[in-house]
């Protein structure tokens, strides 16, 4: 048995190539680069493993994860836990699709240019915008690719973004911002959304871009309508991140004239992985196509009158002109929007109304059930929600999820790590897969432990 079989090249591989290039051993190959410039001493990485024991070393670790499988999930915050039907994993698992790199020419085959036109026509439907292109690296990235494109449809260089908004949505923001000398100034909150009355106060003909979620951080429901009324009124664009299984009972950002529509698409037939892959959302009105970062792909009909499919659309620098494009991106999350694609293909629109029903419902039964518990209260009154909503705790957030642990509940987000008015608040996330079972468990464990 080959001891190290996950190494695709053997030593007579190697010994191979290194006699076609006419050296003895790997190391002649940097004989170019100064001594004064080599480390001088071996890495200080542990030894190699056979597979056998790289297997069981990687179990060890994952063994020390609180996994999804064998344990009860209230923990959202930007990563949801949904449903993932088993089509899902068998189509993207086929050969044909499972291609190691991004497509780049126009005649690329029929079935992979109409996966994508089929994922752009469900986000199109989903965001009720006109343009969706073939899906970006996550959420995050996808907020602070808006950025560029309002500052480039306005030429203006600074844009509001709401402290409603995912902190690590505005933080990736903020870097985008940095390399671009773009300003980012933020507005407040008020009852757990966005204080209107700050954005009137700091918007003005200099700012390019208004930012909101939809639903919010902590799961609450923006008024999209006020909010797009005061940023078209000084000709700023509207951007909005949604959350897409919202999307079956909220009525869609295009409905509220929208200008840009991003999110994350990890919710529909991505499992829940903390750090990803993901797949962003991007989405405009038809007037800002050019500006859409990566690939469209269009549907025409070939000399035979057949339906085709090409790639139509890719406005970045390597392809115009480098002052026109508003970004230098060039990859896709291929594999993961073909998972949404087919999530949202198999549900159908009734299906997937039927999610959201589910998770709204499930959310405001849990959220009912733990404000009924004397030492916790709703951290905003009276506010709508989706499926995740804060509460407010008489205790330490940290030691009460380490004991929700211990019954085998992943409790919720600690507000304080990030919102340090809010300290001693938890966001709690309920999906579809929570049963009510699951939810009086937990207000049980959380009313024993206060």
Known sequence: MNKFSYIPNTEADRKKMLDFLGVEKVEDLFLDIPERARLGRDLNIPKELSEVELYRYFNELAAKNANLEENINFLGAGAYQHHVPAVVEAIIGRSEFFTAYTPYQPEISQGTLQAIFEYQTIVCELTGMDVSNASMYDGPTAFGEAAFIACSATRRSKVIVARSVNPEYREVLKTY?????????????QNGVIDLHDLEAKLDDTIAGVFVQYPNFFGGIEDLQQISDLAHSKKALFVVSVNPIAMGVLEAPGTF??????????SMGNRISYGGPYLGMLAVKKDQVRRIPGRVVGQTTDLDGRRAF????????????????????????ALNALAATVYASYMGKQGFQEVARLNLQKAHYA???????????????????FNEFAIQIEGDVAEINKKLLESKIIGGYDLGSTYPEFKGAML???????TKQDIDLLAERLEAIL
């Open 310 to 333: 090409v790639l139509t659309l890719q406005a970045r620098e390597q392809h115009i002109r480098r002052e026109k494009a508003s970004s230098n991106i060039c990859s896709n999350q």
């Open 428 to 434: 709690i996330a309920v999906t579809e897969l929570r």
């Open 367 to 385: 959220f009912k059930r733990l404000t009924a518990i004397p030492k916790v209260k709703a951290l905003f009154e009276n506010a709508p929600f």
């Open 177 to 189: 911002a940095y390399g671009q000398n773009i300003e980012v100034v933020e507005v407040g909150m």
């Open 257 to 266: 004239d929208a200008d840009i529509v991003v999110g994350e698409g990890q």
